[in-house]
């Protein structure tokens, strides 16, 4: 907006939700029935999730009304948070429960010797059991302790089904159902106020896992192929920029997609092109789809952004391609790599989307 002032009262805040949500369906219809018992001819668009706790005995038909079966779901509901899906970190301090955090995120916010703000408070992890207990116990630090932590992380896409497919600028872009899988396998320490969010690796003794259904987005992005020929390491200027154009596609689609970018994770896979951008809600949220919707706008903004920073360093910096929720350290970036990827896009360089290789580094 600094740049561009016009587009701060043109921009116009959109809002999301995914109403399809398996996840958020399952308890939602339930928690409907309880409210009031649901008629046959109701709620046609969740029929196949209604027959389902049919089958369970979570639900039963009374007087051609489906009721619930309390004495079945009481306990599935009461364990439901509404925060969050799936299953919970119960976190403690001083033997007495303070909080949860849903999975998978927790595992990022969680693990031992983590840094976490609870109340505005800042804690350390000093123990962490999971997948047994799920359970993280804290402890107090001083307050003038000077750093916080930020997890490393590694994930893998695998797509489900494609839901739509189409052309933004060229590049074909698809809607998907993706399978992540996730694993936290160490922390870097951030001094407090630093702006380069980069610091010391400490590795886990024992990585954290874990794998969910969500909802995202695929595009096979243009080779760089001027930066490519000047680089003396051709693989990690093609890879980083591909890894630059990840975050500042995400970070950029918030001006014009309502704020999506701190619902959204991605991946980029090594120097394949394939970049995913998905819901990090489990089931989704409805933040890619925006995101789907307004691609070109995205792709067109996120160039300008690259392009109009005054940094002159080749990995860019914290108001161009650097992004606090890296699960790389915010290493592997490369800035005139992801600005020619740009360019090439919003020119139309047409390129179609390719199958992942197992071979291919994901960066997050």
């Not at 649901?38 to 046609?44: D, T, V």
């Not at 920029?241 to 999506?260: C, F, L, P, Q, R």
Request: proline letters at 4%; glycine letters at 6%; charged letters at 30%.
């Amino acid at each position: 907006y600094k740049n561009h002032p016009d587009d701060y009262f043109e921009d116009v805040e959109k809002t999301y939700i995914d109403p399809k949500n398996p996840f958020v369906e399952e308890f939602q219809v339930l928690a409907m029935a309880c409210d009031r018992p649901i008629s046959k001819h109701e709620l046609k668009e969740h029929q196949e999730i209604i027959e389902h706790h049919i089958i369970k005995e979570n639900l039963k038909i009374f007087n051609n009304r489906i009721v619930p079966n309390f004495d079945k779901i009481n306990s599935m509901l009461n364990e439901y948070s509404i925060r969050g899906i799936g299953k919970s970190i119960d976190i403690f301090l001083s033997d007495r429960k303070v909080g949860d955090r849903v999975l998978p995120i927790a595992l990022e916010e969680l693990h031992k010797d983590a840094i976490y703000f609870l109340a505005g408070i800042r804690y350390r992890v000093k123990e962490f059991d999971y997948p047994k207990k799920n359970l993280a116990k804290l402890e107090k630090i001083s307050r003038d302790y000077p750093y916080y932590t930020k997890s490393l992380t590694e994930e893998w896409p695998t797509i489900e089904t494609v839901f739509e497919k189409r052309v933004a600028n060229g590049v074909e872009v698809a809607f998907c159902k993706l399978h992540i899988q996730k694993k936290v396998y160490g922390y870097v320490n951030i001094e407090l106020g630093q702006e380069i969010t980069q610091g010391e690796k400490v590795m886990l003794d024992t990585p954290l896992e874990y794998d969910f259904i969500t909802k995202g987005i695929v595009f096979h992005a243009p080779r760089p192929i001027k930066v490519i020929e000047k680089a003396e390491d051709e693989d990690y200027a093609e890879a980083s920029g591909y890894h630059a154009t990840e975050h500042v596609v995400i970070e950029g689609s918030n001006m014009i997609t309502g704020g999506v970018s701190q619902d959204l994770g991605g991946i980029s896979l090594g120097t394949s092109g394939l970049i995913f951008i998905y819901d990090g809600a489990i089931g989704g949220s409805g933040a890619s789809k925006a995101l789907y919707d307004r691609f070109e706008k995205a792709l067109e903004r996120s160039m300008h952004i690259v392009k109009e920073c005054p940094c002159k360093n080749e990995s860019g910096c914290p108001r161009c391609t650097f992004s606090y929720r890296c699960g790389n350290n915010n290493e592997f970036l490369h800035k005139y790599s992801a600005l020619e990827i740009l360019e090439r896009i919003n020119k139309g360089e047409k390129t179609e989307l390719i199958d992942p290789t197992e071979g291919d580094r994901p960066l997050v």
